[in-house]
């Protein structure tokens, strides 16, 4: 499996833009986590999924954000409009299901956004 | 409420000694507690998994323990090498749910 996919890698949008950032999970993971990484913060989980549902979306800062996961291999983040306080890494994890071996999370490479 | 707490301060040690990470956390009794590895410009990579009935787990230069009653976990690296270098994550799990809380990670950096 070639891992978790995210794109694009690097987004530079203006304030105010709609920004789609691009998860595609490793086959067979029942959880999808979306996870803001910044120096201040600190890697913060927004929202997660279990089998494509949201779970907790408890950490999503404000409703320009919103996440969808319309089918087992793909989800989106959306940021609308976005600010410049959105800069930040974006990462896309996943991991198997309840069995208590399965517990690891794989995670993408990472989507930098800088807002303008 | 529920905190995770690492040494947000650089640990800066030579090549050859032992590395030594702590994890702290507060009002939960995590299940199993998780080590993740971050390098600059990727996503963390999973390292090890302790469970609370666990005292110890060891994996190559790799030893966590996990104290239950200081609700706490140190991370430790023998013969640390400059590739040790990174950001060390931990990532109790606090609560029933499967969602994965990280600690703000503690950086490493181990001088040849």
């Known amino acids: 499996d070639a891992g978790v996919i995210q794109s694009p890698r690097h987004e530079v949008t203006e304030m105010g833009q709609e920004v789609t950032l691009r998860c595609k999970p490793i086959?067979?993971?029942?959880?999808l986590f979306w996870y803001r990484q910044t120096m201040m913060r600190g890697l913060e989980l927004l929202i997660y999924?279990?089998?494509?549902?949201?779970?907790?979306d408890s950490g999503m800062p404000e409703d320009r954000f919103s996440a969808k996961m319309p089918n087992a291999s793909f989800s989106t983040l959306k940021i609308q409009p976005s600010e410049p306080r959105d800069s930040a890494v974006y990462f896309c994890?996943?991991?198997?299901?309840?069995?208590?071996?399965?517990?690891?999370?794989?995670f993408g490479q990472g989507t930098r956004l800088t807002v303008v | 409420s529920q905190k995770i707490e690492q040494n947000s301060e650089a640990l800066n040690i030579q090549e050859g000694k032992t590395a030594t990470l702590t994890c702290n956390y507060t009002?939960?009794?995590?299940?199993?507690l998780q080590w993740y590895r971050q390098d600059p410009g990727r996503g963390p990579v999973f390292l090890l998994l302790?469970?609370?009935?666990?005292k110890e787990k060891r994996k190559e230069r790799l030893k966590v323990t996990f104290d239950t009653t200081l609700k706490q976990s140190l991370f430790h690296i023998t013969a640390s090498q400059p590739a040790d270098s990174a950001t060390y994550l931990c990532?109790?799990?606090?609560?029933?749910?499967?969602?994965?809380?990280f600690g703000s990670g503690t950086r490493l950096l181990v001088r040849p």
């Open positions: 009002n939960y009794s995590p299940a199993y």
């Open positions: 994890a996943s991991r198997r299901g309840q069995g208590a071996k399965n517990t690891e999370a794989f």
């Open positions: 990532a109790p799990r606090m609560d029933s749910s499967y969602k994965l809380i």
């Open positions: 999924f279990n089998n494509n549902v949201p779970i907790d």
């Open positions: 086959s067979g993971h029942d959880y």
């Open positions: 302790i469970r609370e009935n666990e």
